[in-house]
């Protein structure tokens, strides 16, 4: 999927969004910052610039993502989802695909299941926007019985992190698992939420990212998303957005 222009203009923090150095919000800090060189010259903000014009980020060359890259892949445990080299087990080096992705969003270490890579730092942004009330579906398994009380408490806002968890959708599944259905992504969430009741989570599987399901994909093996997953992801991300 091309970048459609070529010598069209285009703001400064949008071509440094679609190049994956950060959101656009970011961008604009830079650039008030004096990080940010076109051809040369610190740029300020509301800079405009073309393809063929260098465009520098604290002194290194940046450039357009060529081709839209998005893969799901179903993390096993023990990988960690960090591009950082000093982590051995690092998602990044475990795939290790043919051109630079990076994971939108993360997954615990000790959990597994599916996650997105991309090239695109739009894209990845997008996604990961709390605002937007984007659903993650886990399939949970716990180490007693799953009861009543503890499905309603789980539904209803836990206390963890200094806040309460938003309101989410809880389904027992069979005596000690249960599936659970996010909006927000707290860290180690879903096992702060548990043990909060006296729980504690034996195994966690995320299965769904907004309308991209887990499926039957191998664990530790990836897929390119189809042109019609890509396209209604888009369609929600920026429909969204322009709300």
């Known amino acids: 999927m091309k970048k459609k222009f070529l010598f069209e203009?285009?703001?400064?923090?949008?071509?440094?969004?679609?190049?994956?150095?950060?959101?656009?919000?970011?961008?604009?800090?830079?650039?008030?910052?004096?990080?940010?060189?076109?051809?040369?010259?610190?740029?300020?903000?509301?800079?405009?610039?073309?393809r063929n014009q260098e465009v520098c980020f604290d002194g290194k060359v940046i450039s357009?993502?060529?081709?839209?890259?998005?893969i799901a892949f179903n993390k096993p445990r023990g990988i960690v989802c960090t591009a950082s080299k000093k982590e051995k087990d690092n998602i990044i080096d475990f795939i290790?695909?043919?051109?630079?992705?990076?994971?939108?969003?993360?997954?615990?270490?000790?959990?597994?299941g599916l996650i997105l890579l991309t090239n695109d730092g739009e894209i990845s942004n997008r996604i990961q926007k709390?605002?937007?009330?984007?659903?993650?579906?886990?399939?949970?398994?716990?180490?007693?019985?799953?009861?009543?009380?503890?499905l309603y408490g789980m539904r209803n806002g836990v206390p963890i992190l200094?806040?309460?968890t938003r309101k989410c959708k809880?389904?027992?599944?069979?005596?000690?698992?249960?599936?659970?259905?996010?909006?927000?992504?707290?860290?180690r969430q879903i096992r702060r939420m548990c043990e909060y009741f006296g729980y504690r989570v034996v195994n966690l599987q995320r299965v769904r990212i907004m309308d991209i399901e887990l499926g039957k994909?191998?664990?530790?093996?990836?897929?390119?998303?189809?042109?019609?997953?890509?396209?209604?992801?888009?369609?929600?991300?920026?429909?969204?957005?322009?709300?």
């Not at 043919?98 to 597994?112: F, M, Q, W």
């Open 9 to 50: 203009t285009i703001r400064l923090n949008k071509y440094m969004s679609d190049a994956g150095i950060c959101s656009r919000r970011q961008a604009d800090k830079y650039i008030a910052d004096g990080l940010v060189t076109v051809d040369g010259e610190v740029a300020v903000p509301g800079t405009k610039v073309t």
């Open 217 to 243: 994909l191998k664990t530790g093996t990836y897929r390119k998303l189809t042109k019609q997953e890509v396209n209604r992801l888009k369609k929600e991300l920026f429909d969204e957005s322009e709300e």
């Open 170 to 187: 809880v389904k027992k599944l069979s005596k000690n698992q249960f599936s659970i259905i996010l909006t927000q992504g707290l860290n």
């Open 64 to 70: 357009l993502v060529e081709e839209l890259e998005l």
């Open 130 to 150: 709390a605002r937007y009330y984007h659903e993650k579906e886990y399939i949970v398994t716990v180490d007693k019985p799953v009861t009543i009380e503890f």
């Open 162 to 164: 200094d806040t309460v």
């Open 96 to 112: 290790d695909y043919h051109t630079k992705i990076y994971p939108i969003g993360r997954l615990d270490k000790d959990s597994e």
